[in-house]
């Protein structure tokens, strides 16, 4: 496919999504509303953070939940959990520091980070 129509089509799903988001009543111009979106970090790396974003980015949403307790681990490393006899970390986390990045990439994005 050639670059112009792949831009083309990229333009015309986003037009489409940002018409879907206003029909359903969220627009980017409604400040006086807290909207928010409730996520939880599977990502591996900052390129698939920074793609989740692009993504909230569409859903003219300014606060993002980041679910830093699942499955009875967290996704920093917790001196409290470890005290209680809990994994002090979610293992798939071990490696990369997934709540640092999601700050970093927020303030990116002007967003906030609950």
């Known amino acids: 496919m ?3 129509v792949s831009k083309n089509i990229q333009g015309w ?4 999504r940002a018409r879907w988001w206003r029909w359903r009543g969220l627009s980017s111009s409604d400040k006086n509303e807290f909207k928010g979106v409730w996520v939880l970090p599977n990502q591996k790396s900052s390129e ?4 989740a974003f692009d ?3 569409h ?4 606060n993002i939940f980041l679910e830093v307790f699942f ?9 409290v959990a470890k005290e209680y006899g809990l994994p002090e970390q979610n293992s798939q986390y071990v490696d990369f520091d997934v709540l640092g990045e999601w700050l ?5 994005y ?5």
Not at 13 to 16: D, I, N, P, T
Not at 48 to 51: R, V
Not at 110 to 114: G, M, P, V
Request: no cysteine; proline share 0%.
């Open 2 to 4: 050639n670059d112009d």
């Open 13 to 16: 799903r986003e037009e489409h």
């Open 48 to 51: 698939e953070i920074a793609q």
């Open 55 to 57: 993504s909230i980015q």
């Open 59 to 62: 859903m003219y949403v300014d």
């Open 71 to 79: 499955n009875g681990e967290t996704i920093y490393k917790s001196d």
């Open 104 to 108: 970093k990439i927020a303030q990116l």
């Open 110 to 114: 002007d967003k906030n980070i609950y």
